[in-house]
């Protein structure tokens, strides 16, 4: 009897474990990146964690926003404090999916998982008014133009509305 009980109990708690796998809401940049990354490389240089490291930092010369924050978490950076690189190609190399790959690097930095990509505005149908300066800056950014003069909301808002029929398409 208290068998069946042992075994009912480890049954149930590789159960819980198994439900707690990572998804890819939980870490959002970490599976887009190493997705969008893999998806680049060859078969012979999935093979070798070193080339996938090499790899790996060319590709984060090129990253931007969160991805160039997971680069740089990661030590793909020169000027990365750390380095756990490895970490992300020997799974790599093994052929490990991707969830199991951040799970890995989630046990290292858990930093890693914290990054979130910014959600995009749609300028087209959002109220200028209702959002933050920050998001107003953002749109501005994003569309790689500034704002030398603007010190009020309305200023930003101004030169997002002078700007928007250059940046925003009306469907007919």
């Given amino acids: 009897m208290n068998k069946f009980i042992l075994i009912g109990f480890f049954l149930s708690v590789i159960a819980i ?7 890819p809401s939980d870490c959002e940049v970490c599976f887009g990146v190493v997705e969008k990354f893999a998806a680049g490389l060859t078969s012979k ?5 070193k080339v996938i490291e090499d790899k790996f930092r060319t590709f984060c010369k ?3 926003g969160k991805e160039h924050r997971f680069c740089y978490y990661l030590g793909g950076l020169e000027e990365s404090a ?12 093994w052929s490990s999916p991707v969830d199991k ?3 890995k690097l989630k ?17 087209k149908t959002v109220d200028l008014k209702k959002l933050k300066v920050r ?8 569309w790689e133009e500034s704002c030398e003069d603007c010190i009020e909301k309305g200023d930003f808002i101004k030169r997002i509305e002078v700007l928007k029929p250059k940046y925003v398409r009306e469907d007919l």
């Fill in 101 to 103: 790959v951040c799970e």
């Fill in 17 to 23: 474990f198994d439900s707690y796998a990572l998804k």
């Fill in 45 to 49: 240089e999935k093979k070798d964690p």
């Fill in 82 to 93: 750390t380095g756990i690189l490895s970490e992300m190609a020997k799974p790599l190399s």
């Fill in 62 to 64: 090129t990253a931007k």
């Fill in 135 to 142: 998001d107003l800056k953002k749109i501005l950014s994003d």
């Fill in 107 to 123: 046990k290292k930095d858990n930093q890693i998982c914290d990054l979130r990509y910014e959600k995009s505005i749609d300028v």
